[in-house]
Every structure is written in structure tokens, then in C-alpha cells.
């Protein structure tokens, strides 16, 4: 064999054991996907509808642009500056096939001699890509100790031996933990990853996910022309479609000039279908629309599910943005031994371990064994009933 092996990112892995145990995809009908990263993907309470087409010309089935199409290119920079002034034009867009392979590229294209700073609870696959490139990082502590929530100093992190500068690697909102850097905080991290040798890739994938509302590091950054900071979001949670693969990143124009390149050789663009798709979805509008309507039905849900989960007594230590909760388990249970059980009911949550960027590879203790990520991003309305149910029976 001519590959080197690796194995799936920590939520397949949970999904792959869930089908061995249950025959069933965790998300198909009659499951209960609380393991699964996705959202609903129905139009929700005062929510705009989702189209059902997207019309194409012979046009559209030739290549897409490298950066992507630039009307959307264009509404995305739109985007930003009418809701946080980011003061961006479309030179400032690269298009991704979704947020991971956006994330993938800026961490492929790291100068060597950089460390990666990243909190030691945080988005599984982070771990398999600084795994797979080989990039030097430090951890910031995120445990049950500051209850996983670092505080403004943890973030002076020094280069390590034998590099010189400092990039920061930040899911915000958190996910698993849903805990948000906003406001004056989220300004003085902006600042301190502007600085020389510095910089950030700060990850916005649950942008509309935030009670009381969306935030986003561009309303902080004055010229992104003169940082290192990278803003990747996505189609995929806050426009709540997962399968159209579109995502992008917020960045200077030299950087954008990179992935450009970078799509030129090694992604060939992203579909014209998905991207005309997605610059309806983008109409000024229709996502003011979509972001007040994620934002209350949302909100709703975690406020139950927090009740719901406490009145069995887990400790939660969510913060208020994301679809997760984040949870501890009573003395003597982990989150694989729980599974084991939930399968029973065709249900499945995240085992804690596997947001553990310290775990190490192949198995072996981790701190965040106790911890479980309950996802209530798939759920509708109606299933807090039967969803409490199995809970309750299973604890
Ligand atoms: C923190 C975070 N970033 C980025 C993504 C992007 O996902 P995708 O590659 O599906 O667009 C996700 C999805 O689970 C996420 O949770």
C-alpha cells in the first residue's frame, strides 16, 4: 500500500460505530442524531423558505472561477459590511467546497516556523489536520477547571522552540462548547493577532448561532489588508445547507491571491450550481431574515434542552452559542460507555474525548472522558419529548 492511513475525523467515527450497532445512519428517520454536527434543513418558525431549484445555463456548466463566482463573491463581501462595516470588497473572498477545506488550505499554506495556538477543547477535525500537516502547535487551556472558558491572558501564548511567530486556531462560537468571544473581548483578541508576527484563523461556522445575536471578528478588524487573520465561514450551519459544500474565507487580498493559486491546482473551484444556490440564499434581506430566525428557534431549543439535560442532573458547561450542549457525566461514566446504551434507542451523543486536542492518537485516556456533546442542531420542535424520554430512561 502506497497511502499512509488515517482514520476518520472523531464524529464519523462515532457515526460509523452507531451504524455497526444500530444498521441505521445516525440522522436517518426514527434516529435520534445528537451526535451529528448538521442543522435543520427546513425552513424554520419566521424563517425564510430554502428554495427547491436553482436554475443553470450552458453557461454554468463550464469551470468555475478559482476563487469563486463573483456574484457571490460579491455577496458575500455585501454581507459583512452591511451587518458588522467590515469594510471588505470581493478582492478580500476565496470559495471554498465548505468550511473545512477553507481551514485545510490556510493551514497547508502556514509559513513554516509558526505555531499554532489551540484551545485544548475544541472542533474535532482540527486535530487530524495539524495531525496530518505536521504543524507545530501549543494548547491554551479550555477544561473543566476555567470552565471552559480561557481567560484573555491565556491567549499570550508564545511561538515554541524553533519558531518565530504565533497563529491562533479558534472555533467562535466554540464548538463543542458553545462558549462565544464577543464585544470588547473579541476586540482585544482581534488587536492581539494583529500584531506583527501574529495572526488568526477564527472560525464563524456558528456566526448565527449566538444569543442574543450574531457576531463576527470583522466588525473588529479596521483593515484586513494589514493582518494575518483568517475568517472562514459557511453556507452550511447559518444558511442551514450542509450539502450545497460552500464556505468561505475573509481575508487580505495577497492571501485570497493564494487560495486562488491553491484552487487552481488543487480544488478547480466549487460548483457553479451550489454556488448560484447560495447567492440567493446571501439576498441582504432574506438573511436578515434567516439570521433572526436562527437565532430565536435556536435560542429556544438550547434554553429547553439545558432544563431538560440539568433536571437529570449533568453538569452543563454550555455557553450560549452553537447548537451543542456541553456536559459532564456523572462519577465512572464516559461518553463511550454512555453510547454503548443509547445505541439500544437508536440515539448517539459525541464523546467528549474527541474534542480533546491533547488525546493522543490511537486511543488512550483523555481528560474530557466524562465530558459528552449533545447536538440539538438536527432536532425539530417536536422531538424534545421522545428525546427526554430515552435520556431519562438511559440515566
Ligand atoms: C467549528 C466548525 N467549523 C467549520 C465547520 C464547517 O463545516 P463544513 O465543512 O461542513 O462546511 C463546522 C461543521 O461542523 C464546524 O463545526
Request: net charge negative.
Amino acid at each position: 500500500m502506497l497511502l499512509k492511513t488515517f482514520p476518520p475525523m472523531g464524529v464519523y467515527e462515532t457515526l460509523f460505530k452507531f451504524a455497526d450497532a444500530t444498521a441505521k445512519y445516525m440522522g436517518d428517520a426514527g434516529t435520534h442524531p445528537w451526535a451529528q454536527g448538521f442543522p435543520l434543513t427546513t425552513q424554520l418558525p419566521d424563517g425564510p423558505p430554502l428554495p427547491t431549484s436553482v436554475a443553470i445555463t450552458s453557461d454554468d456548466l463550464m469551470y468555475p472561477k478559482a476563487d469563486g463566482q463573483p456574484p457571490l463573491r460579491q455577496a458575500i463581501a455585501d454581507y459583512y459590511n452591511t451587518f458588522y462595516d467590515a469594510g471588505i470588497t470581493a478582492d478580500n473572498v476565496a470559495v471554498f467546497a465548505g468550511g473545512r477545506p477553507a481551514i485545510f488550505a490556510i493551514l497547508a499554506f502556514l509559513l513554516e516556523g509558526t505555531t499554532v495556538a489551540v484551545e485544548s477543547t475544541e472542533y474535532t477535525p482540527y486535530w487530524d489536520v495539524l495531525r496530518l500537516l505536521n504543524v507545530p502547535h501549543t494548547l491554551i487551556p479550555s477544561n473543566v477547571e476555567n470552565r471552559f472558558r480561557p481567560a484573555g491572558s491565556d491567549y499570550d501564548v508564545e511561538p515554541l522552540d524553533g519558531t518565530s511567530r504565533v497563529m491562533l486556531l479558534k472555533s467562535n462560537p466554540c464548538n463543542p462548547t458553545g462558549v462565544a468571544t464577543t464585544g470588547s473581548a473579541l476586540r482585544e483578541l482581534v488587536e492581539k493577532f494583529s500584531a506583527p508576527g501574529r495572526g488568526a484563523l477564527i472560525d464563524e461556522a456558528y456566526e448565527f448561532y449566538l444569543d442574543p445575536e450574531p457576531e463576527s471578528a470583522l466588525r473588529h478588524i479596521d483593515d484586513i489588508d494589514a493582518t494575518d487573520i483568517f475568517v472562514v465561514g459557511a453556507a452550511t450551519k447559518g444558511l442551514q445547507v450542509p450539502g450545497m459544500r460552500v464556505g468561505w474565507c475573509i481575508a487580505a487580498k495577497q492571501h485570497i491571491e493564494i487560495f486562488r493559486n491553491y484552487s487552481s491546482f488543487g480544488m478547480g473551484g466549487v460548483s457553479r450550481a451550489s454556488q448560484l444556490y447560495v447567492t440567493q440564499l446571501m439576498e441582504l434581506e432574506r438573511v436578515r431574515q434567516a439570521r433572526a430566525a436562527v437565532g430565536a428557534f435556536f435560542t429556544s431549543q438550547r434554553n429547553r434542552y439545558a432544563e431538560g439535560l440539568a433536571s437529570l442532573g449533568l453538569e452543563l458547561f454550555s455557553g450560549k452559542g452553537g447548537f451543542y450542549h456541553w456536559a459532564r457525566l456523572p462519577e465512572g461514566l464516559t461518553g463511550d460507555s454512555v453510547n454503548e446504551l443509547l445505541f439500544a434507542h437508536e440515539a448517539g451523543i459525541l464523546p467528549g474525548r474527541l474534542c480533546d486536542m491533547s488525546r493522543p492518537a490511537g486511543g488512550g485516556p483523555s481528560s474530557l472522558d466524562n465530558m459528552f456533546r449533545f447536538s440539538f442542531g438536527p432536532l425539530s420542535a417536536e422531538s424534545y419529548k421522545s428525546d427526554m424520554e430515552i435520556l431519562r430512561r438511559v440515566f
